[in-house]
């Protein structure tokens, strides 16, 4: 088959492309994938944002059910708030308000077990304070009293995630 060139001002132009025409479709080309780089980007910090927060969620769980599931006032000392006597460490702790003021982190998280956390979680803090408040129920018009249980969970970014829960004396 016979191929036609063209003559501009002068010079052969064969099939292909000008050296203008490929700069400007590399340029284009450049823009797109900065573009997708850029969505992959932000779909990375997302994920690291969700998993941290997943963390955080289940170090504070872990701790609220640790202790809510201990008596309401300690059975020995029952007009007592906090930890009292030998109840130095966690495994101690035979009521609620033992916890007030209990810290740990960032590092060496453990679990009541004593079993260590994955190495994802070091760098978080967790707080407790335990508080004698009362709610109003409204819905059956009684106002109760109990303790509200604190857990704060600080991720290693400084952010905090707050469980609160509102035990009732069971002497009511």
């Known amino acids: 088959m016979y191929r036609q060139t063209q003559v501009v001002r002068g010079r052969k132009r064969g099939p292909g492309f000008t050296l203008v025409e490929a ?3 590399l340029a284009i080309l450049q823009l797109a994938v900065l573009g997708i780089l850029y969505t992959l980007a932000a779909g990375a910090q997302q994920s690291n944002a969700g998993d941290q927060a997943w963390r955080a969620s289940i170090l504070g769980v872990d701790l ?3 202790i809510v599931r201990l ?3 300690d059975p ?4 007592d708030f906090g930890p009292h006597g030998n109840e130095k460490t966690r495994n101690s702790y035979d009521d609620i308000a033992d916890y007030n003021g209990y810290t740990d982190g960032p590092t060496g998280l453990t679990q009541l077990s004593g ?3 994955p ?3 070091s760098g978080y803090t967790r707080r407790v304070a335990v508080q004698d408040t009362t709610m109003t ?3 059956i018009g009684r106002t109760v009293t109990g303790r509200a249980v604190t857990v704060t969970v600080m991720q290693p970014d400084g952010q905090t995630w ?5 035990v009732a004396n069971p002497t009511q």
């Open 115 to 117: 079993a260590a956390y």
């Open 76 to 79: 020995k000392f029952p007009s």
């Open 162 to 166: 707050q469980m609160v829960r509102f």
């Open 23 to 25: 700069v400007i479709a």
């Open 119 to 121: 190495s994802g979680f």
């Open 71 to 73: 008596y309401y006032q």
């Open 137 to 139: 129920l409204t819905s």
């Open 64 to 66: 609220m059910q640790e």
